[in-house]
């Protein structure tokens, strides 16, 4: 159905309408039934003149090379870090306001990285012009580690994440599904590998991302500067692996905390319980721990296996599970767009004074 709209709504743009997280975008903002007084769709020359539902009509995809930012209020942008770039720039200059989600610039520090529940404060104080939204990975962690810090102090973190082909958007999906195919139809078959090197289809990438000089892939570093810096712990001791899957869909994640204070499960499993955004499965049935297939709710985190580190109680270790396009992508993108927006609004009210 269409909506009424409101004069005081925003004009939206989303800028990578038609990859795998804009459209998961889309798809949100059409279920959470967001209120805008106009959207437009953008994307590459490829895409353009396509059309695609949303809220109840049709809207047509417009060429980034060919588009006018001149009465954006909200520009998302999910369209890799070298678009982001390059356009972020053309869309602040005509006053929109900024959302992005490429990582392009979350070790920016005149940039605020935003996790939800951690530290969007960093909104209220002052309205922001871009708002960078950290990796999926990096927002479970922090809710996480920002809890258990204040509980019983946070010395140590070792990750390992199992991420899943639709990390690297609908040509990775693509990539891995031909590739699968092709194997079973020969298992020795030549397999595509551009987006994955060596080919993903039932193989283990020791690293998701491409290697650094010191040996970190690019997704690790990140994950541990976003780490530090939304947690505001820029010493903290986070190292990361991060491994790529031959998974369609849904990233996991083991997790080793050693604490400061010794921790007892009870009082663990009622903090992860507590965290906003976070299911807690305790079956102790084998098979019954979250996965990507049956975890359940994809707007939430889902955490099992949860122990006590065996050897001292000053630790424990967990299995964290989430739709990285949902929970880890859409969704916390739409929550930050919607408090910088309301930022933004009050801060200009300040300005103009009262009425
Ligand atoms: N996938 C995830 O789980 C996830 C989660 C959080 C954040 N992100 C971030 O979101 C961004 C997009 O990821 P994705 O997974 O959605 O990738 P994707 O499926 O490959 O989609 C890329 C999107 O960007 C558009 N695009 C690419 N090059 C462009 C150009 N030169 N000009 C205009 N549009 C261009 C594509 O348009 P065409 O269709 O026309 O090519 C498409 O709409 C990345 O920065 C990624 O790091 C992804």
């Known amino acids: 159905m269409v909506r009424a709209q409101r004069p005081t709504d925003p004009c939206v743009v989303l800028v990578g309408a038609t990859g795998a997280l804009g459209v998961t975008v889309l798809e949100m903002i059409g279920e959470h039934r967001m209120r805008y007084r106009e959207i437009r769709l953008v994307a590459s020359a490829r895409s353009a003149g396509r059309e695609i539902p949303v809220g109840g009509r049709t809207e047509t995809v417009h060429d980034l090379e060919d588009f006018d930012f001149e009465g954006a209020d909200l520009v998302l942008f999910c369209a890799g870090e070298a678009v982001s770039r390059r356009w972020v720039p053309v869309a602040m200059a005509e006053g929109a306001l900024v959302v992005d ?77 031909e590739g699968s195919e092709l ?44 780490t530090q810096r939304v947690l505001g712990m820029p010493d903290a001791d986070v190292a990361v692996t991060c491994v790529r899957v031959p998974v369609v869909s849904g990233h996991g994640a083991t997790l080793f905390v050693e604490t400061d204070d010794p921790v007892d ?58 739709d990285n396009l949902r929970a880890g992508g859409a969704s916390t993108l739409l929550w930050i767009a919607r408090i910088a927006l309301a930022s933004r609004a009050s801060g200009e009210r300040l300005k103009s004074g009262p009425r």
């Open 183 to 226: 194997t079973l139809c020969d298992p020795g078959s030549e397999l595509p590998a551009d987006r994955f090197r060596p080919a993903l289809a039932f193989n283990v990438l020791p690293a998701a991302d491409r290697l650094l000089e010191n040996g970190a892939s690019r997704q690790e570093e990140r994950l541990v500067q976003e």
């Open 265 to 322: 499960r009870p009082g663990l499993m009622e903090l992860l319980a507590s965290l906003p955004g976070f299911t807690v499965h305790d079956e102790e049935a084998p098979g019954s721990a979250p996965t990507p297939l049956t975890a359940g709710d994809p707007d939430r985190f889902h955490v099992g296996r949860v122990r006590v580190s065996p050897r001292s109680s000053r630790g424990f270790l967990l299995w964290l599970v989430f």
């Open 101 to 177: 989600a490429s990582g392009a610039f979350s070790s920016n520090p005149e940039i605020p990285l935003v996790v939800p529940s951690v530290n969007d404060c960093l909104l209220a104080e002052s309205p922001a012009e871009v708002v960078a939204v950290p990796s999926g990975m990096t927002v479970p962690l922090t809710v996480l580690l920002h809890a258990v810090e204040g509980w019983r102090g946070v010395r140590q973190v070792v990750m390992s994440t199992y991420e899943s082909a639709s990390g690297l958007g609908h040509q990775g999906v693509e990539e891995l599904l």
